[in-house]
């Protein structure tokens, strides 16, 4: 049985200085933390003692995933593989507008890339709807969803038959049902949003998924939702921006979260706080691309 409830957790801060930190990827295989800066640019590696700048300079990141050979998915204006290797460009958005990006994205069990785009201005106003994009493993791309405002996070059930997806625009969580090819059919609201903003989420081991929401009148928060879209508990932060989040550690039971932050490349109020969960998250596949960059 799921209960409703507010929750309070014991939050600790792991890292600070950031203009506005997202995207956040626990690395099961060096046992750390990446996450992107997505206004003063980068991709950070973080442990406890320690941040380092792993990719320079880009800004827009806003979203990451490794590959199977050890390489770097990243997204932006394009989305691409970074390896010792060089740079591939696995796809760039359709259209060819000046202001249309990728965002968040996520990888199925097969090693498929999933990432979303948004055509936006700065201050949000949308210039024509976003696209989620499946990105095969033979490097193959299929357009999976239509008419989005501001795609945001993903996140595959334990099972792998739906995926999670936030439009941040309308403030909706969709639950898609994904076909064996990696298609998605019978999409349908899991939820809805009229005084918060939805952006990152992440899955939990036991099928709930957890979804950064900003409020509107009151502080940033984690809303946790059943399979079925019902809420049992939020989580509140010490923020009101509050960004995504990620499941990690030896356990994946330690949860990041990026908070704070400005649209101000030069502020630095964006942190990495944590806390510990009493369920364990699931581990981020590999993207295997069956590709070799030049």
Known sequence: MYVRCMHEVEWRTLASGFAMPEAPLWDHKSQSLLITDVQAGGVW??????????????????GLAREVNGGLIVSGKNL??????????????????????????????????YV??????????????????????????????????????????????????????????????????GTLVDSRPLTQWNNGIPDGLAVASDGTVWVAVADLDDWSYICVLSPSGEELRRIPTRERSVTSLC????????????????????????????????VAGLPRPFARIEVAPN
């Open 45 to 62: 590696h973080i442990t406890e003692d320690r941040k380092d700048l792993l990719v320079a300079h880009r800004r827009g990141i806003g």
């Open 80 to 113: 691409s593989l970074k390896s010792d290797a060089g740079n591939l460009v696995l796809a760039t958005p359709a259209g060819g507008s000046p202001t249309a990006r990728f965002n968040d994205l996520t990888v199925s069990e097969a090693g498929r890339i």
């Open 116 to 181: 979303g785009s948004i055509d936006s201005e700065p201050g949000g106003r949308v210039n024509q709807p976003g696209e989620l994009v499946m990105i095969d493993t033979d490097g193959a791309q299929t357009v999976v969803a239509t008419g989005l405002q501001k795609t945001n996070g993903l996140g595959f059930s334990p099972d792998g038959k739906w995926l999670y997806h936030v439009d941040t625009g309308v403030g909706i969580v969709w639950r898609h049902e994904v076909h064996a090819a």
């Open 247 to 278: 499941f990690g550690g030896p356990d994946l039971c330690t949860v990041f979260v990026t908070v704070g932050g400005a649209y101000d490349r030069n502020a630095q109020n964006g942190r990495v706080d944590t806390f510990r969960s009493d």
